[in-house]
């Protein structure tokens, strides 16, 4: 009898562990994929020499900075400034090298600053010289503030930022479509900040903020716009291909470009489980309790599913070293569609940072896709 009582102590024992484990794990998950994100990075870096163009930077904090020894072109901020850091002179002793182009401010040795993967500050006008006007948009739950770039084309552009950025994420690309002639148009949604939130306050991965996207559509074609290409960043490829198999629009949208677009949720956060080492039961079982916890419908975000719907040229860039929306998605779409997809495949590239690392390379591909889908 004794021994009947121990084998049921132990095994209520490890179903209360299970159960705590899942349940901590569902609020992990919570945190990182649904709750609004809006802090700022932290200032990681601390500025140790300043000389002949160049700047030596190391870690401030016991974290390893994301960026810093990642080759290519990146902001670095810091309290009052903005400038860029581009190509390694030198790694050595925890400490790197940079070439630095100071944008605005001053930076001086000692400064806490952070790296910036938009690369560019503030608006079009601070980062390209490129005139643009502040306007707003409605959606169903309320008013949406936009930029928007003139263009000569009556083909339009419209930019969607990702999940916790912001309009900033656009510059990079920007003048590459405005040089193409493409009027623009670069949006927020819902749950921005200072912006109207779904009545739940999380992020749904294009599930309700494809409606923002439908009002921008409509916005864009009161003024004149004959046909619109869709740029999406990260969830913001998300929202726009949820637009595409919602809407159905048809040749009004002639081409899709993506960077990093997270294409099935449920995918990333089983793949994150793994490279957290969560076991596998937990995961399993924390899904199940995240989806009747959040009311996340996982197949209704899974738009690898349907990519036989997508009928449109879509030009998706994607990093193999991405750590927040892995490479694999973007694999697996462009190996259902390459009848569609032209897939740039970026080696040692982290999360929508395709850009960062080959500028020139990116901006050529974007200018080669509009020449062909715009007349």
């Known amino acids: ?85 581009g190509e390694i002179k ?29 690369a560019l500050p503030d608006d079009p006008q601070v980062a390209h010289g490129i005139a643009f006007e502040e306007v707003t948009f409605a959606s169903e739950l309320g ?82 716009a004959k046909r619109i290409v869709l740029i999406g960043y990260s969830m913001g490829g998300a929202i726009v291909t949820n637009y595409m198999l919602q809407s159905a629009p048809g040749e009004l949208v002639p081409g899709v470009i993506m960077d990093s677009p997270a294409l099935n949720l449920e995918a990333i956060v089983v793949k994150e489980s793994k490279v957290r080492g969560i076991p596998g039961l937990v995961a399993t079982l924390g899904k199940v309790v995240f989806g009747w916890r959040s009311n996340m419908d996982w197949a209704a975000l899974n738009y690898l599913s349907r990519a036989d719907e997508l009928k449109v040229p879509i030009l998706l860039f994607h990093g193999d070293r991405d750590g927040t929306v892995f ?16 897939y740039v495949r970026a080696t040692d590239v982290d999360h929508v940072r395709s850009w960062n690392a080959d500028h020139e390379g990116y901006e050529a591909k974007v200018r080669e896709f509009l020449a062909r889908v715009v007349d």
């Open 1 to 85: 009898m004794i021994r009947v009582f121990v084998v049921i102590g132990s095994v209520v024992a490890f179903l209360g562990a299970a159960v705590a484990g899942v349940w901590r794990y569902t609020g992990l998950v919570k945190r990182g994929v649904l709750d609004l994100d809006r802090d700022d990075d932290p200032l990681d870096l601390r500025v140790v020499g300043l000389a002949d163009g160049t700047v030596r930077l190391e870690l401030a904090t016991d974290e390893e900075s994301r960026d810093w020894k990642s080759h290519g072109i990146f902001g670095v901020e810091w309290s009052g400034g903005y400038g860029q850091v």
């Open 90 to 118: 030198g790694i050595s002793d925890g400490h790197v090298e940079r070439e630095f182009f100071p944008l605005k401010g001053t930076l001086a040795v000692g400064d806490a600053v952070r790296l910036d993967s938009f």
């Open 143 to 224: 008013e949406f503030p936009a930029w928007f770039v003139p263009g000569s084309s009556d083909t339009w552009a419209i930019f969607v930022h990702g999940k916790g950025a912001n309009r900033r994420e656009a510059l990079r690309m920007l003048p590459t479509v405005v040089d193409a002639g493409l009027p623009s148009l670069v949006i927020t949604y819902r749950n921005d900040e200072g912006l109207p939130e779904n009545d739940d306050g999380y992020y749904r991965y294009g599930a309700t903020e494809w409606k923002e996207l439908k009002a921008a559509v409509d916005y864009v074609v009161e003024r004149g």
């Open 327 to 342: 490479v694999e998605t973007s694999d697996a779409f462009a190996e259902a569609r390459p009848d569609i997809v032209t």
